[in-house]
């Protein structure tokens, strides 16, 4: 919201946010992402795209998710591999939108 509105964000509940966010990632490497190379097994599936599009958007907020984590990171490789080009045609606004952003950070 302090984007759309340009109030100064709150950083308590940023934090809170990112917070909530680190626990739902962890969850979904401990319990998903540790049965193969994807989410069900061996195929990569619908629930891959979801979730590694879900997982792609907090970039917009300079937050990547890959980060420090391995397991998400060589799972999020496997999944663009897989789908590629399709993958990098679908998050072109996307990464638009993440190049703004870190433009507009390097500028301050």
């Known amino acids: 919201m302090p984007k759309l509105t340009g109030e100064s964000p709150n950083e308590k509940t940023i934090a809170a946010y990112e917070n909530r966010m680190i626990d739902c990632i962890d969850n979904f490497e401990r319990c998903w992402l540790n049965s ?25 907020a300079g937050y990547d998710a890959a980060k420090g984590r391995p397991i998400l990171s060589g799972w999020l490789n496997r999944v663009q591999k897989e789908l590629n080009p399709h993958y990098q045609q679908a998050h072109t606004f996307l990464n638009k939108l993440v190049e703004m952003e870190n433009k507009k950070s390097a500028k301050l």
Do not use: H
């Open 36 to 60: 193969g190379p994807f989410i069900t097994g061996d195929k990569i599936s619908a629930a891959d795209i979801w979730a590694a599009c879900e997982l792609e958007q907090p970039r917009i």
